[in-house]
């Protein structure tokens, strides 16, 4: 079955400074989507990023990641931290199939420090 | 944008009661999941229903738990009986029909306490 893999779990930046987050995946069927979630304290995820286009880069909120099919790689990325940053972030992908199914990592904790 | 409602928003039970977790989906989807998250862990998938049918479940989705959406009701989540280890926020997702990038859209989460 499909899996990503978030190689960090606790990730701590200084404000101002570029941070990066690593995902993964691991696909035996035809992947419609790739997603960066990000959950704020006490909040429910929520979408930062989708991509489903091979070698294009998305942006939204400072973030950007671009899908890499022969790196099998979504990577997170902000060329300058800030403290509102602080949140758990999710890779998830989404399979093209009939059950619809959603595999997410298991979160990178961000914390930016001052 | 689309939103996710989930009733209640804190659930205190004894354990061994039974407890049922209500989701209002977004109101044209068809595709519908329950999350677990313990305090201060990630996020993990319990079950995955289309319908009328769990297409998916994991390790985490005991005998005890079931889920339903009777006639476009509410998806519920149903744990009986419950457990100490079933205290945990409870997230509610759903996502339209497939094709597209279409993501899952979450609600708020119960926060369930099982005594």
């Known amino acids: 079955g499909d899996s990503v893999t978030q190689t960090e779990g606790l990730v701590t930046v200084t404000e101002g400074l570029p941070v990066k987050l690593n995902c993964t995946y691991q696909?035996?069927?035809?992947?419609?989507?790739f997603f960066w979630y990000v959950q704020y304290l006490n909040e429910a995820p929520q979408v930062l990023l989708k991509?489903?286009?091979?070698?294009k880069r998305t942006e939204h909120q400072g973030f950007h990641a671009t899908l890499h099919k022969s790196s099998s790689s979504f990577h997170l990325q902000k060329s300058s931290a800030q403290l509102s940053d602080s949140a758990l972030y999710y890779c998830?992908?989404?399979?093209?199939?009939?059950?619809?199914?959603?595999?997410f990592g298991k979160g990178t904790s961000l914390t930016v420090i001052p | 944008g689309p939103k996710v409602l989930q009733i209640p928003s804190h659930q205190i039970i004894d354990m061994g009661q039974m407890v049922t977790l209500n989701c209002d989906p977004v109101?044209?989807?068809?595709?519908f999941y329950w999350y677990k998250q313990i305090l201060g862990q990630q996020m993990e998938f319990l079950v995955n229903?289309?319908?009328?049918?769990?297409?998916?479940k994991s390790k985490l989705f005991k005998d005890q738990f079931s889920v339903e959406r009777p006639d476009g009701s509410y998806f519920t989540l149903k744990i009986q009986p419950t457990a100490l280890e079933d205290s945990a926020v409870y997230f509610c997702?759903?996502?339209?029909?497939?094709?597209?990038?279409?993501?899952?859209?979450f609600g708020p989460g119960t926060r369930l306490t099982v005594l």
């Open positions: 997702a759903s996502s339209p029909d497939w094709g597209g990038s279409y993501e899952q859209y």
């Open positions: 991509s489903s286009t091979d070698n």
């Open positions: 998830a992908l989404r399979e093209n199939t009939g059950y619809q199914n959603f595999y």
């Open positions: 696909t035996t069927y035809l992947t419609i989507a």
């Open positions: 109101s044209n989807h068809l595709y």
């Open positions: 229903f289309y319908n009328g049918k769990v297409m998916e």
